[in-house]
């Protein structure tokens, strides 16, 4: 390969962390050179990769160490501004699982601190690099204007799905968490900007923090008149009846994915379906004379789609062309903060009680 490997740690054991490792192992374009937890996640994870891995307990000394080229964070999110700024003031590019941050200033802060260190910050937005969801966005731009969008993805977790989501509801909602990969889809369709959202939300557990919700749902508006809900919801008591709903509505038509497997029964916590599609379903608006539909629907069936493996190589290859090419990733860092304004406008819509404007949170 003409260019040298990178080497990379990675930051956080669990699932993402374990996912991203594996993807760096089968990449030529990687040398991993250790792993970063706290606990005892990253043992049983160098076990889990069979390879005779360092391990560390602190970012710093982890990099001063293996002298490492690039980190990738997958750990919890309120700890991702932090250990993000760590990375960066010790020279090393960043793969940061998202969200950016739990605040827009803190995402503000870690894309600002890149860009002066001049180095690669690349945000975690699996379904960018997933082809049938570019298809999906792709097709949605000749339904017209305005756009609707529906989107939800509700998850019935129990055992260790609900612990992690209790774990994640320390510092997100549902809809702050998962949410921000589907606005990011939303402001791709719509290519317009989201002006204000509302959102209600309600606390299904006492086993979760007080003032903590684990069910939310929003409405976002754009300035081209496109609206969109997103709904998502954690834990044992949710309902598997229509959780996985992706679709996307205007003038012309309507784009569906449709995931009969990804959204049959026991699929709403298993990770490995999320990012699925199966098939997506193409319906014209047009009428005949008669006042009946002019074509039928068409039926477009993904072949050889990438499992969620498969997707981590792509992410952590996009990783590796931007730092070789010296990629400008001014526009994907923008648009995840932007994403992340609008989930965090609306978990403060669901705590306020009101419509949240976008510029509020920007």
């Not at 005779?52 to 919890?76: G, M, R, S, Y």
């Not at 990969?181 to 979760?208: K, N």
Request: proline residues 4%; aromatic residues 6%.
């Amino acid at each position: 390969m003409a260019n040298k490997p990178l080497r990379v740690l990675v930051v956080g054991c669990g699932n993402m962390g374990a996912a991203h490792s594996l993807a760096y192992q089968h990449l030529d374009e990687f040398t991993l050179c250790g792993l970063v937890a706290r606990g005892e996640s990253k043992t049983h994870l160098k076990a889990q990769l069979k390879s005779d891995i360092p391990l560390f307990d602190n970012l710093q000394q982890a990099i001063k160490e293996t002298q490492a080229d690039a980190v990738c964070i997958a750990t919890w999110p309120d700890s991702h501004e932090a250990l993000a700024l760590t990375a960066l003031a010790a020279g090393c590019h960043v793969f940061l699982e998202k969200p950016l941050a739990t605040t827009v200033s803190g995402a503000k802060r870690v894309v600002a601190t890149a860009k002066l260190a001049d180095k690669k910050l690349v945000v975690g937005y699996i379904l960018r690099h997933h082809p049938v969801w570019q298809q999906f966005i792709t097709l949605s731009h000749g339904l017209g204007k305005p756009l609707v969008m529906r989107m939800n993805l509700n998850q019935q977790s129990s055992g260790s799905a609900w612990h992690t989501h209790k774990m994640l509801m320390q510092s997100l909602s549902p809809i702050v968490d998962c949410g921000v990969h589907y606005l990011d889809v939303m402001c791709q369709m719509t290519q317009s900007s989201p002006l204000s959202v509302s959102a209600v939300g309600a606390r299904l557990s006492d086993d979760i923090p007080t003032g903590q919700f684990n069910y939310g749902q929003l409405q976002v508006r754009f300035a081209d008149g496109s609206v969109g809900w997103y709904e998502a919801g954690w834990g044992p008591m949710m309902s598997q009846t229509a959780f996985f709903i992706k679709d996307v509505i205007g003038p012309l038509g309507s784009v569906s994915i449709v995931a009969r497997e990804a959204a049959g029964e026991g699929q709403s916590a298993n990770v490995e379906a999320h990012t699925r599609t199966e098939s997506l379903r193409i319906h014209h608006a047009q009428l005949n004379p008669q006042g009946e539909f002019a074509h039928k629907d068409e039926w477009v069936t993904a072949t050889h789609e990438p499992d969620h493996f498969a997707l981590c190589q792509l992410e952590q290859q996009f990783f590796a062309r931007a730092i070789y090419d010296d990629s400008d990733l001014a526009l994907h860092q923008q648009q995840a903060i932007e994403s992340l304004a609008v989930v965090l406008a609306a978990d403060r819509a669901v705590r306020e009680q009101r419509t949240v404007m976008i510029k509020e949170m920007l």
